[in-house]
């Protein structure tokens, strides 16, 4: 079916027109087939790479131009990031797009003057809780990735935010986008949709295992010249030597970077068909390698600077997100030949490869130890093979340890079907946040409104909702409790319910708030104390416990014990948990004080990627106990908001009056108060020289540039130049 042929405006047929697509792809044809562009909802179950995204497109654009609005949810704060930039483009059709991952308590009313909104499950969620006025106005929602309702983590949030908006918009058009699963009409005949079901791909993908020298496909077998040390380097040379990238997913974050750092070197030696390196492109990854080192001062930062030197790199949570972003654009740019990464790049990102190569098919389970990953884990994986216009092909490769593993490799995941996919939400801890948040924005006002909402749901689909009555009666007998709803002649919730539900924490972690706030006047309260606190909370994932954490947190526990809030007697069954609490408050401890970076994450055993990760929630729950402090009337309040900012910033409070301004951060923010700059009046009186041997010429003239000084670029080299020159008065925020 050619684009000229469907029932879209001209101005959208030409934009695609003018991108070089001129006929649709089978699975779009389908869905167009299906009513797509008549406003039927559609479930599109198909491989990676085969033009889900652009079957949302057509639905999204013909709904704007025709005065809709749209809301596009993704699984991951990443892949709204990269959708955002695809919608971005189309600006040239006069459409406006937005995208919007944080602030879990804002109602972001801007994003009502925007055309397509694209937003976390999570922060969808958030928006319905604090009463974004422009929900109502949605007429298409696509869910990407809606196979992640089988998620215990994830898949509630989706699976809850999904069953509202279909009430609360009950003529929306829903386009849900899925890996093909092994229950994909089940899930359409809840979403009321239309199945597009597919195995097509645009590249053909051969599935095989490696075994002793080769690739084992169902309909061939592919010899590797073994010229190399271990059998990954022979794998991924072989797909070098054809002009091929190879993307590498290992079960661990340090098998991740041992096989880049072992690929780098070996590449940086030998690149491959091309013999001797290239001196541009040697230039070219020296180049990334020198912006990566940029973004931090920490050994793991040095240690991919330098796979990326070989033309390898690894990818995991422990990096920064600039840090990722740089390794993603040069892998996407074939700089970087081959990316070692865990398997959450695997998520939906656009990130494929001549050859998948998965090393290792056991993931660790805290509850089973090692255990096989799922054929829908690995089915993502192996879709990640082949680059669409740059590949005649796409392999994906498992290895083999012997030949009985193998065929059982073959029969386990190659020439298997995905599983079903069923709903998490029938427990307490997912039921609980959620039962609040429905209560408190009114969408039921009694127990018998609440299981027919909950009838709604895809786990009231799936199952009979008498199986959930226990457990929301006892929800329901917490929220009580604690002062969170009120159950008289039907459910209302409280002011404090209320507070919660807009701060979108689990109501437990507001109970805990409450009780600690209680016993605040029973300890020496610090910031060490308004930290376990938060750790204490089941919203804080804390910190794992290693071998030889226990005798130094035994010792600082001891020092420490009279700022903590009710920890448990040694050797009780709670003293293991509240010891990884104590850890986490720790970590956070450093990243407002002192500390260097690298310090922590050597100290930890964790990436400034973890740090930040743990620092965000942390903020969060901080904020949040700011709000609940300020309406509990305690006088710890502002010391809770004061200690926001300061994890937001990684800054001791004698920094927080120069880290603020942009581009300066933790490190150089200790610099300059060493040196004598404590606040902004002594940054703008400094000569230019003096704060350029600190922070450096760029970082130096973008500063007083901020704080109102029109710096001339001449004048960037003068010595004697000082920074109250030409000074204007635009630095009212400092």
């Given at each position: 079916?050619?684009?000229?042929?469907?029932?879209?405006?001209?101005?959208?047929?030409?934009?695609?027109?003018?991108?070089?697509?001129?006929?649709?792809?089978?699975?779009?044809?389908?869905?167009?087939?299906?009513?797509?562009?008549?406003?039927?909802?559609?479930?599109?179950?198909?491989?990676t790479?085969?033009?889900k995204?652009m079957?949302?497109?057509?639905?999204?654009?013909?709904?704007?131009?025709?005065?809709?609005?749209?809301?596009?949810?993704?699984?991951?704060?990443?892949?709204?990031?990269?959708?955002?930039?695809r919608?971005?483009?189309?600006?040239?059709?006069?459409?406006?797009?937005?995208?919007?991952?944080?602030?879990?308590d804002?109602?972001?009313?801007?994003?009502?003057?925007?055309?397509?909104?694209?937003?976390?499950?999570?922060?969808?969620?958030?928006?319905?809780?604090?009463?974004?006025?422009?929900?109502?106005?949605?007429?298409?929602?696509?869910?990407?990735?809606?196979?992640l309702?089988?998620?215990?983590?994830?898949?509630?949030?989706?699976?809850?935010?999904?069953?509202?908006?279909?009430?609360?918009?009950?003529?929306?058009?829903?386009?849900?986008?899925?890996?093909?699963?092994?229950?994909?009409?089940?899930?359409?005949?809840?979403?009321?949709?239309?199945?597009?079901?597919?195995?097509?791909?645009?590249?053909?993908?051969?599935?095989?295992?490696?075994?002793?020298?080769?690739?084992?496909?169902?309909?061939?077998?592919?010899?590797?010249?073994?010229?190399?040390?271990?059998?990954?380097?022979?794998?991924?040379?072989?797909?070098?030597?054809?002009?091929?990238?190879?993307?590498?997913?290992?079960?661990?974050?340090?098998?991740?970077?041992?096989?880049?750092?072992?690929?780098?070197?070996?590449?940086?030696?030998?690149?491959?068909?091309?013999?001797?390196?290239?001196?541009?492109?040697?230039?070219?990854?020296?180049?990334?390698?020198?912006?990566?080192l940029?973004?931090?001062?920490?050994?793991?930062?040095?240690?991919?600077?330098?796979?990326?030197?070989?033309?390898?790199?690894?990818?995991?949570?422990?990096?920064?997100?600039?840090?990722?972003?740089?390794?993603?654009?040069?892998?996407?740019?074939?700089?970087?030949?081959?990316?070692?990464?865990?398997?959450?790049?695997?998520?939906?990102?656009?990130?494929?490869?001549?050859?998948?190569?998965?090393?290792?098919?056991?993931?660790?389970?805290?509850?089973?130890?090692?255990?096989?990953?799922?054929?829908?884990?690995?089915?993502?994986?192996?879709?990640?093979?082949?680059?669409?216009?740059?590949?005649?092909?796409?392999e994906?490769?498992?290895i083999?340890?012997?030949?009985?593993?193998?065929?059982?490799?073959?029969?386990?995941?190659?020439?298997?079907?995905?599983?079903?996919?069923?709903?998490?939400?029938?427990?307490?801890?997912?039921?609980?946040?959620?039962?609040?948040?429905?209560?408190?924005?009114?969408?039921?006002?009694?127990?018998?409104?609440?299981?027919?909402?909950?009838?709604?749901?895809?786990?009231?689909?799936?199952?009979?909702?008498?199986?959930?009555?226990?457990?929301?009666?006892?929800?329901?007998?917490?929220?009580?409790?604690?002062?969170?709803i009120?159950?008289?002649?039907?459910?209302?919730?409280?002011?404090?319910?209320?507070?919660?539900?807009?701060?979108?924490?689990?109501?437990?972690?507001?109970?805990?708030?409450?009780?600690?706030?209680?016993?605040?006047?029973?300890?020496?309260?610090?910031?060490?104390?308004?930290?376990?606190?938060?750790?204490?909370?089941?919203?804080?994932?804390?910190?794992?416990l290693?071998?030889?954490?226990?005798?130094?947190?035994?010792?600082?526990?001891?020092?420490?014990?009279?700022?903590?809030l009710a920890?448990?007697?040694p050797?009780?069954?709670?003293?293991?948990?509240?010891?990884?609490?104590?850890?986490?408050?720790?970590?956070?401890?450093?990243?407002?004080?002192?500390?260097?970076?690298?310090?922590?994450?050597?100290?930890?055993?964790?990436?400034?990627?973890?740090?930040?990760?743990?620092a965000?929630?942390?903020?969060?729950?901080?904020?949040?106990?700011?709000?609940?402090?300020?309406?509990?009337?305690?006088?710890?309040?502002?010391?809770?908001?004061?200690?926001?900012?300061?994890?937001?910033?990684?800054?001791?409070?004698?920094?927080?009056p120069?880290?603020?301004?942009?581009?300066?951060?933790?490190?150089?923010?200790?610099?300059?108060?060493n040196?004598?700059?404590?606040?902004?009046?002594?940054?703008?009186?400094?000569?230019?020289?003096?704060?350029?041997?600190?922070?450096?010429?760029?970082?130096?003239?973008?500063?007083?540039?901020?704080?109102?000084?029109?710096?001339?670029?001449?004048?960037?080299?003068?010595?004697?130049?000082?920074?109250?020159?030409?000074?204007?008065?635009?630095?009212?925020?400092?």
């Amino acid at each position: 079916m050619k684009i000229s042929e469907i029932d879209i405006p001209d101005a959208v047929k030409g934009f695609y027109t003018k991108s070089r697509i001129s006929e649709l792809y089978p699975p779009q044809e389908k869905a167009v087939e299906a009513g797509l562009l008549e406003g039927r909802n559609i479930l599109a179950a198909v491989p990676t790479a085969s033009g889900k995204t652009m079957i949302a497109e057509m639905a999204m654009l013909k709904s704007i131009i025709n005065g809709g609005k749209c809301l596009y949810i993704v699984p991951l704060r990443a892949l709204a990031s990269e959708k955002y930039a695809r919608f971005r483009e189309f600006k040239e059709l006069d459409v406006q797009a937005g995208v919007s991952t944080g602030d879990l308590d804002s109602r972001d009313e801007w994003l009502g003057r925007r055309d397509i909104i694209v937003a976390t499950s999570e922060k969808t969620d958030s928006l319905i809780r604090n009463g974004a006025p422009w929900i109502k106005d949605i007429t298409v929602i696509v869910a990407d990735e809606v196979h992640l309702l089988d998620s215990p983590d994830r898949g509630p949030t989706l699976e809850v935010t999904l069953a509202r908006l279909m009430q609360m918009n009950p003529d929306v058009q829903i386009i849900a986008l899925s890996a093909t699963v092994g229950n994909a009409r089940e899930m359409a005949q809840w979403l009321d949709a239309a199945l597009v079901e597919s195995e097509w791909r645009p590249i053909d993908l051969k599935e095989g295992v490696f075994f002793s020298g080769a690739i084992k496909f169902p309909d061939s077998l592919h010899t590797i010249e073994h010229k190399h040390k271990d059998e990954l380097t022979d794998l991924v040379y072989d797909t070098l030597n054809e002009g091929g990238q190879c993307l590498v997913f290992e079960s661990s974050r340090r098998n991740t970077e041992a096989s880049a750092r072992r690929l780098g070197q070996t590449l940086g030696k030998n690149p491959g068909s091309s013999g001797s390196p290239d001196e541009e492109y040697s230039t070219k990854l020296d180049s990334l390698a020198n912006q990566v080192l940029d973004t931090g001062e920490t050994e793991i930062t040095r240690r991919l600077a330098q796979c990326v030197r070989g033309g390898a790199a690894f990818h995991h949570a422990g990096l920064l997100s600039e840090q990722r972003k740089l390794i993603e654009g040069g892998f996407r740019n074939n700089l970087i030949k081959v990316l070692s990464s865990t398997p959450t790049l695997a998520a939906g990102l656009n990130m494929p490869a001549r050859r998948v190569i998965i090393r290792g098919f056991r993931r660790y389970d805290p509850n089973y130890g090692m255990v096989p990953i799922p054929v829908l884990e690995y089915k993502q994986m192996a879709g990640r093979a082949g680059r669409p216009g740059l590949d005649p092909y796409g392999e994906s490769v498992l290895i083999s340890k012997s030949d009985e593993e193998m065929e059982a490799l073959i029969e386990q995941y190659v020439n298997n079907d995905a599983e079903d996919i069923y709903s998490k939400l029938g427990t307490e801890g997912a039921l609980r946040t959620h039962i609040l948040s429905i209560v408190s924005t009114g969408l039921v006002k009694s127990r018998e409104e609440l299981m027919d909402f909950l009838g709604r749901t895809f786990f009231g689909y799936q199952q009979d909702t008498w199986k959930l009555a226990a457990v929301v009666d006892e929800v329901i007998e917490f929220l009580v409790t604690n002062n969170l709803i009120i159950y008289i002649e039907g459910l209302h919730p409280t002011e404090l319910g209320e507070l919660v539900t807009r701060l979108y924490i689990d109501p437990m972690s507001a109970s805990t708030i409450v009780e600690g706030q209680r016993h605040m006047g029973r300890v020496n309260m610090t910031e060490l104390t308004m930290l376990q606190l938060i750790c204490h909370t089941p919203n804080m994932r804390p910190l794992y416990l290693r071998n030889n954490d226990y005798g130094w947190l035994d010792n600082f526990i001891q020092q420490h014990n009279d700022e903590f809030l009710a920890p448990p007697p040694p050797h009780s069954s709670d003293y293991e948990w509240f010891m990884s609490e104590v850890k986490t408050a720790v970590l956070l401890h450093e990243w407002i004080s002192k500390s260097k970076e690298d310090d922590i994450t050597s100290r930890f055993n964790i990436g400034p990627g973890d740090i930040r990760a743990q620092a965000d929630t942390a903020q969060w729950l901080m904020h949040s106990t700011a709000r609940i402090f300020a309406y509990l009337g305690s006088e710890h309040a502002g010391f809770a908001q004061e200690l926001v900012e300061r994890i937001s910033y990684g800054a001791a409070k004698e920094l927080l009056p120069i880290i603020k301004i942009k581009g300066i951060g933790r490190v150089r923010a200790r610099k300059l108060y060493n040196a004598g700059y404590k606040d902004i009046e002594a940054i703008r009186k400094a000569e230019f020289k003096a704060l350029a041997d600190i922070i450096g010429p760029k970082i130096a003239v973008n500063t007083l540039r901020q704080l109102g000084i029109d710096v001339d670029e001449n004048d960037e080299k003068s010595s004697d130049f000082t920074g109250n020159v030409k000074a204007q008065q635009n630095f009212k925020d400092f």
